[in-house]
């Protein structure tokens, strides 16, 4: 297959190359895309030495499958482009993600909406496809209702800047510099901080980043009504985004078949003895493709509700790998 990848030197862009060589996808050309600030770079792959290419239009020449690891308008600038040179455009970004024309996969959970796609396939949220994955098994033991959920986002969710601003912030307060802080890529300071805004806020108050989990969630599960009130925080954490989830379901569930059901769901690992201090952490579970669930309990204020807390690297599963194994999915 010949691969290009749009944004190959961001935070996504640079997973996506590893997670390639890794899953052993039969690449016989990559095409490293990124800004003209990229262009000329040298980088050493797997795939031996590839120097960067500015995206252009004719950048897609040839190819058969196009990773997209860069922002909104630079996805919705190049897709007819990618279509039209007749690669399939597996895509990172948020522009394609509700369109009726595009699946939004999963492939733990809805791998066969693949098989309609007209050209783009779009890879959903972070926080989105860790959360469904953890809570998916619940909803084949009994439709969920409706979802509770705060996130714990990792910097490295807004880019590779991310982590450099929390790290510079934390040197520059602990080398008494606290004064010179000026945040750039979050709203506030990060290190040593929370900050409870992801993306812009709509008229009732809600981030986009929180109406992505009601909004990706009911396309990927096939659940239309599925109600989601959500609050998405940015933590000083490097890498793994967690949350903490309420599942409301139709019919009252066991707890024990609950546990029973995630310890089988693909993709997702049991991980939840609290009385021994287990349960998933941003440091347990980076680097990795697998989403961590523990914490699993009865919810005290509604009888149909479960409890649990998950966690996963988001840079791989809540990104890269995930649109690998959509690629995947199009080569079977
Ligand atoms: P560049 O490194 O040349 O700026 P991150 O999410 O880590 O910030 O990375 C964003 C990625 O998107 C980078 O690879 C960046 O390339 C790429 N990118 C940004 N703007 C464009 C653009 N106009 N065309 C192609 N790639 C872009």
Same mark, same amino acid.
């Given at each position: 297959?010949?691969?290009?990848?749009?944004?190959?030197?961001?935070?996504?862009?640079?997973?996506?190359?590893?997670?390639?060589?890794?899953?052993?996808?039969?690449?016989? !050309?990559?095409?490293?895309?990124?800004?003209?600030?990229?262009?000329?770079?040298?980088?050493?792959?797997?795939?031996?030495?590839?120097?960067?290419?500015?995206?252009?239009?004719?950048?897609?020449?040839?190819?058969?499958?196009?990773?997209?690891?860069?922002?909104?308008?630079?996805?919705?600038?190049?897709?007819?482009?990618?279509?039209?040179?007749? *690669?399939?455009?597996?895509?990172?970004?948020?522009?394609?993600?509700?369109?009726?024309?595009?699946?939004?996969?999963?492939?733990?959970?809805?791998?066969?909406? *693949?098989?309609?796609?007209?050209?783009?396939?779009?890879?959903?949220?972070?926080?989105?496809?860790?959360?469904?994955?953890?809570?998916?098994?619940?909803?084949?033991?009994?439709?969920?209702?409706?979802?509770?959920?705060?996130?714990?986002?990792?910097?490295?969710?807004?880019?590779?800047?991310?982590?450099?601003?929390?790290?510079?912030?934390?040197?520059?307060?602990?080398?008494?510099?606290?004064?010179?802080?000026?945040?750039?890529?979050?709203?506030?300071?990060?290190?040593?901080?929370?900050?409870?805004?992801?993306?812009?806020?709509?008229?009732?108050?809600?981030?986009?980043?929180?109406?992505?989990?009601?909004?990706?969630?009911?396309?990927?599960?096939?659940?239309?009504?599925?109600?989601?009130?959500?609050?998405?925080?940015?933590?000083?954490?490097?890498?793994?985004?967690?949350?903490?989830?309420?599942?409301?379901?139709?019919?009252?569930?066991?707890?024990?078949?609950?546990?029973?059901?995630?310890?089988?769901?693909?993709?997702?690992?049991?991980?939840?003895?609290?009385?021994?201090?287990?349960?998933?952490?941003?440091?347990?579970?980076?680097?990795?493709?697998?989403?961590?669930?523990?914490?699993?309990?009865?919810?005290?204020?509604? !009888?149909?509700?479960?409890?649990?807390?998950?966690?996963?690297?988001?840079?791989?599963?809540?990104?890269?790998?995930?649109?690998?194994?959509?690629?995947?999915?199009?080569?079977?």
């Amino acid at each position: 297959m010949k691969v290009g990848i749009i944004g190959a030197t961001g935070a996504v862009g640079q997973e996506m190359v590893k997670i390639l060589a890794e899953r052993s996808f039969p690449v016989d !050309e990559l095409r490293l895309l990124a800004s003209s600030r990229s262009a000329g770079k040298v980088v050493s792959t797997p795939f031996g030495d590839i120097t960067v290419q500015e995206t252009t239009s004719d950048s897609f020449e040839g190819l058969d499958i196009v990773l997209g690891a860069a922002d909104n308008d630079t996805a919705k600038r190049f897709a007819p482009d990618i279509v039209k040179a007749g *690669a399939v455009f597996v895509d990172n970004s948020s522009a394609f993600r509700m369109d009726s024309e595009v699946p939004l996969i999963v492939p733990e959970i809805n791998a066969k909406d *693949a098989s309609w796609h007209k050209g783009i396939i779009a890879n959903p949220n972070c926080s989105t496809i860790i959360t469904l994955v953890a809570i998916n098994a619940i909803n084949k033991l009994s439709k969920i209702e409706t979802l509770y959920a705060s996130t714990y986002q990792a910097t490295s969710g807004a880019g590779a800047a991310g982590p450099l601003e929390m790290y510079e912030q934390s040197r520059q307060i602990l080398e008494g510099r606290k004064d010179e802080i000026e945040p750039k890529v979050f709203q506030h300071q990060i290190a040593y901080n929370l900050i409870p805004q992801i993306g812009g806020f709509d008229e009732v108050g809600y981030s986009s980043e929180e109406m992505k989990l009601q909004n990706e969630g009911r396309k990927i599960m096939h659940l239309p009504d599925l109600k989601v009130s959500c609050t998405c925080v940015r933590v000083p954490v490097e890498r793994s985004h967690a949350i903490s989830a309420i599942v409301i379901t139709e019919d009252k569930l066991d707890l024990d078949d609950v546990r029973k059901a995630i310890a089988e769901a693909p993709g997702a690992k049991l991980y939840d003895d609290p009385a021994a201090s287990v349960y998933p952490m941003p440091l347990v579970t980076s680097d990795q493709d697998i989403v961590f669930v523990g914490r699993i309990r009865e919810d005290l204020a509604n !009888e149909k509700g479960i409890n649990l807390w998950c966690c996963g690297d988001q840079v791989r599963k809540g990104a890269a790998t995930n649109a690998v194994q959509i690629a995947e999915l199009l080569i079977k």
